[in-house]
C-alpha cells in the first residue's frame, strides 16, 4: 500500500503512515466512516424504494396521457373526475381513446392468519387495453365476471394458501367490506409504503365493492394519442380546453413525476429518509474530524520540524487531505458490504425493491470523500499552531 | 550527500546589521536583541555562547527565517531578509540545515524515511539517488544498520544522529544547530561535530552552533558571545580563551 502510494503521490505517503502507525485510533475512525456509509445507504435505499413504489402502479398504467382532478397529488389521494372530462378530451384532436381507472384501498384479513392486508383496488374496463404489463392486460378480460379479481403475488406477506388454491382450483375466495371476491389471476407488482398489494378489478365489480364511489366518476383517465401526436402538445391543449379547470391532463411521464415529487417534498416520510442522510454524514464528519484533529494536534512539533526544514502550508494540507481520502475509501469498502446484506434482509422483511444500482456506491463514495475532506479541511485550522520558531 | 544542490557566490554567509528584536506589545514589550552586528563567512563554523536569556536563542531563530524580523537587516547568503515573503523564506529555510535539541523525528517514519524527508522537501530533483544518499547519511552518523527502525525502537542519542542526518542529507548551505551533541555520548558527540567541521571544510558549509559543550570547541573557527541581547565579544578560537568563555557563560 505504501509503494503504491509513493508512485500516486510522488512522494512519502506521510499521512497514510500516520493513519497505519495508530492502529486503535485507525480502526475506530474506519469505523466511523463504515458507520456512516451504511447510514446513508440505508436512507437511500429506503428513500429510492419510496420513490419507486410510489409509481409502480403508474408505471404499469397503459397510457400516454393521464387526466386527473386539478388537485391531484398522489394515487393515493386522488379525487374522482367527472367521466364527461373524458369525452371532451377525446374531442381534442389526437387523442385516439381513452379509459377510465378507479382507485380505492381495501384490508382484507386473512382468516387463517389473522394478517391484515391493505390492498389498492384498481377498478379498469376488461375491454380495453390498461396495462403496458403483458401479465396482467393478458388476464383482464378474465375480469368481466362480477366479483372476480386479479392479485399481486408480491403483496406483503402474500399467503401461499392463494396461489396454491388458484393453481389448484382455479380461484380463492376472500371476503372484504362484506362482499365476496374471487382471485382468479395473479400478476407481480409489489409492496409500496402506504400499500400491502394490488388487486385488479372491473369497473362493475369495483363500483359493487365500493358502495359510496358514485358510477361516472372514475379516478384518472388513461388516454392514447395518435401515433403522430405530440404528447405534451396535446396535454397542453387538453388543459386549455377543460371548462372548468376541475381535471388536468398530465403526460405519463409528468404524472409519474408529479407523485414522486409528492412523495419527496410534501411527505414527511420523504423528508424523514433525506434526512437521515444529512444525518449520516454529519456523523461521519465529526467522527472523522475528530479523528484527524487529534492526529495534526499529536504531530504539531513534528509538524513545526517540516516548516522548519521548508515544507509548506499546502504540504501540511495534503497530508490531512490524504488522510481523509484514506479513511473514505477504508470506510467505504466495509459500509458497502455490511449495507448490500443489510438491503437483501430489509427487501426480505418490507417486500420492497431495495436494491443497489451502480450508480449509488459511486455516490455514497464522492459524498464519503466530500465529507472526510471537509472533515480534514476544519481540522487543518490546527496547523496553524505548529510554529517552527518554537522548536528552539 | 546530495550534491544537487549549488552553492552561489563569495558574498558572506550570514550578514546581520543593526538587528533588533522585541517581544510583547505595550508596557510588556521586552527588548531582547539590541543593535546586533555579525558577519560569518562560507565555511566558517561559529560557536555561540551565552547565558540563558541572552538572545541567543532568538538570533538563531531570526536568522534561520522561523521569525520574522522587526528591525534590522539580515542577509542571507545575499538574499536580504527583512520584508522577504512568506515563499521567499521558506523557498530560504530549504537551503538551511536545523539541528534541533528536541529532534522530533516523525514517529510513523523509519530513520530512513525520516532522513528522506530532508531530501524530498527539494521535491523531485532532492530524490534522486535519495536511496544511497539518504544511506550514507545514516552511515556517517553511525546508524547505518538502523536504517528500517521507527524512531520508538531507537535510543535519544540514535534519534538525535538520525535528525542529524535528515539536516544534513540535502546538503544544506548553513547548518544551524542547537546544542547538537547534548543527547549524545562523547563518541557520538564528536562524530557529529567532526561531520560539521568536514563539511565546513569540504564544502563550505556554515555551521552556527548554540553549544554548552566545552568538548566540542576545538572544532570552531570563532566563539560569539551574547549577553542581555549584545554581542560582547567575538573573536577566533583560542585554546586560551575557551575555558574561561565557557565558564562565564555556563556561569
Excluded at chain 1, 419527496?264 to 461521519?284: E, K, Y
Excluded at chain 2, 570547541?217 to 558571545?225: E, P, S
Amino acid at each position: 500500500m505504501t509503494a503504491i502510494l509513493i508512485r500516486v503521490l510522488g512522494r512519502l505517503p506521510v499521512g497514510w503512515l500516520q493513519l497505519q502507525h495508530n492502529r486503535t485510533r485507525l480502526l475506530a475512525a474506519v469505523g466511523g466512516v463504515t458507520f456512516a456509509n451504511v447510514l446513508i445507504f440505508m436512507q437511500l435505499g429506503f428513500m429510492n424504494a419510496l420513490f419507486e413504489t410510489s409509481v409502480l402502479t403508474h408505471r404499469t398504467f397503459d397510457a400516454d396521457i393521464v387526466l386527473v382532478s386539478s388537485d391531484f397529488r398522489s394515487l393515493r389521494e386522488a379525487n374522482p373526475l367527472p367521466r364527461s372530462r373524458m369525452y371532451q378530451a377525446l374531442a381534442v384532436p389526437g387523442a385516439t381513446d381513452s379509459l377510465p381507472v378507479y382507485l380505492a384501498t381495501m384490508t382484507w384479513t386473512d382468516p387463517a392468519t389473522a394478517d391484515t392486508t391493505n390492498f389498492r383496488v384498481i377498478g379498469v374496463v376488461p375491454e380495453g387495453p390498461v396495462f403496458v404489463d403483458t401479465e396482467i392486460q393478458q388476464q383482464v378480460a378474465r375480469l368481466r365476471e362480477p366479483d372476480t379479481a386479479l392479485v399481486d403475488r408480491r403483496t406483503r406477506d402474500f399467503s401461499r394458501a392463494i396461489t396454491t388454491g388458484i393453481n389448484r382450483d382455479g380461484e380463492f375466495l376472500i371476503e372484504s367490506l362484506g362482499k365476496q371476491l374471487k382471485l382468479r389471476g395473479i400478476f407481480s407488482q409489489g409492496a409500496s409504503f402506504d400499500v400491502d398489494g394490488s388487486l385488479v378489478v372491473s369497473e362493475q365489480t369495483f363500483l359493487r365493492l365500493f358502495a359510496n364511489r358514485i358510477p361516472g366518476t372514475p379516478s384518472l383517465v388513461l388516454l392514447h394519442c395518435a401515433a403522430d401526436c405530440d404528447c405534451q402538445k396535446l396535454a397542453a391543449a387538453i388543459n386549455d380546453q377543460s371548462p372548468e379547470h376541475d381535471v388536468r391532463a398530465l403526460t405519463k411521464q409528468q404524472f409519474i413525476d408529479a407523485e414522486q415529487s409528492y412523495q419527496s417534498r410534501q411527505t414527511p416520510i420523504g423528508f424523514v429518509f433525506g434526512f437521515g442522510v444529512v444525518i449520516g454524514l454529519i456523523v461521519g464528519l465529526v467522527m472523522v474530524y475528530q479523528v484527524l484533529s487529534t492526529d495534526v494536534q499529536d504531530h504539531l512539533a513534528e509538524y513545526a520540524t517540516f516548516k522548519a526544514i521548508g515544507y509548506g502550508s499546502r504540504y501540511f494540507l495534503a497530508i490531512v487531505f490524504e488522510e481523509a481520502v484514506c479513511l473514505a475509501a477504508l470506510g467505504f469498502l466495509p459500509g458497502l458490504v455490511i449495507s448490500l446484506a443489510l438491503y437483501a434482509l430489509a427487501a426480505r422483511a418490507t417486500a420492497l425493491p431495495i436494491t443497489m444500482p451502480w450508480t449509488r456506491p459511486m455516490l455514497v463514495l464522492s459524498l464519503t470523500i466530500a465529507m472526510c475532506v471537509i472533515s480534514g479541511a476544519i481540522a487543518t485550522r490546527k496547523l496553524n499552531a505548529a510554529d517552527p520558531a518554537d522548536l528552539f | 550527500m546530495n550534491n544537487s544542490l549549488s552553492r552561489t557566490g563569495s558574498v558572506p554567509a550570514i550578514a546581520v546589521q543593526g538587528l533588533c528584536h522585541d517581544f510583547g506589545t505595550g508596557e510588556a514589550k521586552v527588548r531582547v536583541l539590541h543593535e546586533v552586528d555579525l558577519t560569518i563567512q562560507r565555511g566558517e563554523v561559529v560557536i555561540l555562547v551565552g547565558p540563558s536569556g541572552s538572545g541567543k536563542t532568538t538570533l538563531l531563530t531570526l536568522i534561520g527565517c522561523l521569525r520574522s524580523l522587526q528591525t534590522g537587516s539580515v542577509k542571507l547568503l545575499g538574499q536580504e531578509l527583512n520584508g522577504a515573503s512568506p515563499a521567499t523564506l521558506i523557498d530560504m529555510r530549504r537551503r538551511l540545515g536545523f539541528i534541533i535539541q528536541a529532534h522530533n523525528l516523525h514517529k510513523s517514519l523509519t530513520a530512513m524515511q525520516n532522513v528522506r524527508m530532508g531530501l524530498e522537501v527539494h521535491g523531485a530533483a532532492g530524490l534522486t539517488n535519495w536511496q544511497a544518499a539518504c544511506q550514507q547519511a545514516l552511515s556517517l552518523v553511525n546508524l547505518g544498520e538502523r536504517l528500517d527502525f521507527l524512531p520508538e525502537k531507537l535510543s535519544g542519542g540514535q534519534k538525535q544522529r538520525v535528525a542529524v542526518a535528515r539536516a544534513l542529507v540535502g546538503n544544506p548551505e548553513i547548518v544551524f544547530a542547537d546544542e547538537p551533541t547534548a543527547a549524545l555520548d562523547r563518541e557520538n558527540g564528536r562524530v557529529v561535530v567532526e561531520l560539521l567541521r568536514d563539511l565546513a571544510n569540504q564544502r563550505q558549509t556554515t555551521v552556527l552552533m548554540v553549544t554548552h559543550d566545552h568538548r566540542i570547541l576545538d572544532v570552531a573557527d570563532r566563539i560569539i558571545k551574547m549577553e542581555e541581547g549584545h554581542v560582547v565579544d567575538d573573536r577566533s578560537i583560542d585554546e586560551s580563551i575557551i575555558t574561561t568563555d565557557l565558564e562565564e557563560a555556563n556561569a
